[in-house]
């Protein structure tokens, strides 16, 4: 099983990024997939999770309205779209696919993670 995140980076207040999260080596259609943040000195929590098709999708109350998990299971990847970044989204972000059935807002729910990919918000 392997989720390799990509597309952080350095971003002014209110700007934009696209992360993606590609995956292979499980049934990527079978499972949710989520994403987590962990900012510095801080433990790592939930931001977004979308169910086997994306017609389904939970957001922490920090980010709705502003981010957009989705996916392509024909790609196998998984996006979390983040629009009016704030400083307080700076942290590295994680993908993780998740045992069904589990607490999706909760670590202990995901079975497999990304490596994580830096997302810094400042100007």
């Known amino acids: 099983v392997q989720l390799q995140a990509s597309g952080g980076g350095l971003v002014q207040p209110g700007g934009s990024l696209r992360l993606s999260c590609a995956t292979s080596?499980?049934?990527?259609?079978?499972?949710?997939m989520g994403w987590f943040r962990q900012a510095p000195g801080k433990e790592r929590e939930f931001v977004a999770v979308t169910n086997w098709s994306g017609g389904s999708t939970y957001y922490a109350d920090s980010v709705k309205g502003r981010f957009a998990i989705s996916r392509d299971n024909a790609k196998k990847t998984v996006y979390l779209q983040m629009n009016s970044l704030k400083p307080e989204d700076t942290a590295v972000y994680y993908c993780?696919?998740?045992?069904?059935?589990?607490?999706?807002?909760?670590?202990?729910?995901?079975?497999?993670w990304g490596q994580g990919t830096l997302v810094t918000v400042s100007s």
């Open positions: 080596g499980f049934t990527f259609s079978s499972y949710y």
């Open positions: 993780a696919a998740a045992y069904n059935g589990c607490d999706y807002y909760a670590e202990s729910g995901y079975h497999s």
